[in-house]
């Protein structure tokens, strides 16, 4: 399954790339499954996500999918149709809108 | 044709400064890594192309980032791109960034918690990494110090990080307590005479030295005076900002404390005070001639809240007679209405001849002095807060 993800623009940096990451998922899509094909193709990035250790979502990071925050939801629960089938993208955003 | 290179860490990226062996005139690099706190960079003494930086953010935490070719290129030295992430037998492999502190071998929990501020017992949390000292012979071989409190050393170029949790596991750790900037492990010395003999410091919990490499850790404070801790004299729990030390002589350390500028004479055993006629005896920084060892710079600073200079004067104090006798530096700095501050790592001197002095200040001001400190120039006046300033001496 072809997932979309878009990143801050730090992690861009980071995973040296511009603009939307396109993933191959395997199996169920879950923000689990998403970060965890992210973290393999851009080793860069772990740790800065989610915790090396407890793989918790680090405190100002936030996941959002078709509008929705999804990020007090359970990392194993299933994304919606439309992140897994690529018509829309998961999002993951650094908290804090302005200031 | 010998040069510098300036290393700068600033709360927005790091920038590279270099010039010839005059250092009048300067190119400037950067930013790097624009929009990350950059805490320290420094250059490996076995390799001055190999460099290593902290980069860190609130957001998304610890990464280090390695430049082999003296700061033209970086990259993150764990896993490339393309390479599994775990090894063959499925376990993840460690990262760049992955700081993780020791726990008990017997039971799997914590080694120890630490004092908060209002003195309960804390679990240590890791935030940051304050400062990389690169080891003196090997460029491979560096070790970090970090925020909670604890040394860390990579041996492979900085992909893989293990805790020396001695230090932690001494004895002490329970009473070690944050200072304003948070508990970080900010100074490492390590000294050329005795590979095996390393000198720490945390704010706020003092001065620590190994004999063995790291193995196992012993206090030294002797002779501190803490007024604002309820034993003034206990053996932790000390606001040591900095300590330094002349490579040729390294029995002798200088320390700017909270308040107080100290001397040991006997590698940290025990120390006396050499604030003298310094306006007042806080400060952050603090940094040894490269050619006299009794020379010695400060940067006087008002306190306990204030943190910017008296009188509005950026002043560097030096002495010649390895403390008490002071000397104002004052040529080319600003002399009204500066109140900036210059924080604990953001010091360093060169080995040119004369020895170049250098700083940066929280107004984004990087100050250089060919001459020792007698007059100063600003490099660049206008970077982000600066954090921190190392130099390398490049022949």
Not at chain 2, 367 to 377: F, R, V
Request: some cysteine; hydrophobic content about 35%; aromatic content about 8%.
């Amino acid at each position: 399954m072809m997932i979309r993800v878009t990143l801050p623009a730090h992690l861009r940096k980071l995973a040296h790339v511009d603009g939307e990451v396109k993933l191959d998922v395997e199996g169920q899509v879950s923000q689990r499954s998403v970060l965890d094909a992210l973290e393999a193709r851009y080793p860069m990035l772990r740790g800065t996500i989610r915790d090396h250790v407890t793989q918790r979502r680090r405190a100002f990071v936030r996941f959002f999918a078709c509008g929705d925050d999804l990020s007090h939801e359970s990392p194993d629960a299933p994304l919606p149709d439309a992140i897994a089938t690529g018509a829309k993208p998961f999002m993951i955003v650094g908290a804090i809108a302005g200031g | 044709m010998s040069g510098v290179r300036v290393l700068v860490g600033t709360r927005k990226g790091a920038f590279v400064l270099t010039s010839d062996g005059k250092r009048e005139r300067w190119d400037i690099s950067g930013p790097h890594f624009a929009g990350w706190e950059m805490y320290h960079l420094k250059g490996s003494p076995a390799d001055p192309n190999r460099l290593y930086a902290s980069q860190s953010s609130g957001w998304f935490g610890q990464i280090i980032q390695r430049s082999d070719d003296g700061g033209k290129t970086w990259h993150q030295p764990g896993t490339p791109p393309g390479e599994p992430t775990t090894t063959p037998e499925g376990m993840p492999k460690a990262e760049s960034n992955k700081f993780v502190y020791d726990t008990s071998p017997e039971t799997g929990k914590p080694l120890t918690t630490h004092q908060w501020y209002d003195g309960t017992p804390h679990p240590w949390e890791f935030k940051r990494v304050w400062h990389l000292e690169p080891s003196l012979t090997d460029p491979d071989t560096i070790y970090a110090g970090v925020e909670d409190a604890a040394l860390f050393c990579s041996t492979d170029g900085g992909k893989n990080w293990q805790e020396l949790s001695g230090l932690r596991g001494h004895g002490t750790g329970p009473k070690w307590q944050p200072g304003a900037g948070g508990m970080c492990l900010h100074t490492i010395i390590l000294d050329p005479s005795d590979p095996n003999r390393i000198f720490i410091a945390i704010s706020a919990a003092g001065a620590f030295r190994t004999n063995d490499a790291g193995k196992t850790w012993k206090p030294i404070n002797r002779g501190l005076h803490s007024q604002y801790i309820p034993d003034p004299t206990a053996e932790v729990g000390h606001c040591v900002h900095r300590i330094a030390m002349h490579p040729t002589r390294p029995g002798v350390l200088f320390m700017q404390k909270h308040w107080d500028v100290m001397r040991s004479d006997d590698a940290g055993e025990s120390w006396h005070e050499i604030s003298g006629n310094l306006p007042t005896d806080f400060g952050f920084p603090i940094d040894v001639h490269a050619h006299e060892p009794d020379t010695i710079y400060v940067v006087p600073i008002k306190s306990d809240s204030e943190h910017f200079p008296p009188d509005g004067k950026l002043r560097v104090y030096r002495s010649r007679t390895g403390g008490n006798e002071w000397e104002a530096l004052t040529k080319g700095l600003p002399q009204s209405d500066c109140y900036v501050n210059v924080l604990r790592d953001a010091m360093a001197v060169d080995s040119l001849d004369k020895c170049g002095v250098y700083f940066g200040t929280t107004g984004g001001q990087v100050y250089a002095s060919a001459d020792a400190g007698d007059s100063w120039a600003p490099i660049v006046r206008d970077l982000p807060a600066v954090v921190s300033v190392e130099v390398q001496t490049l022949s």
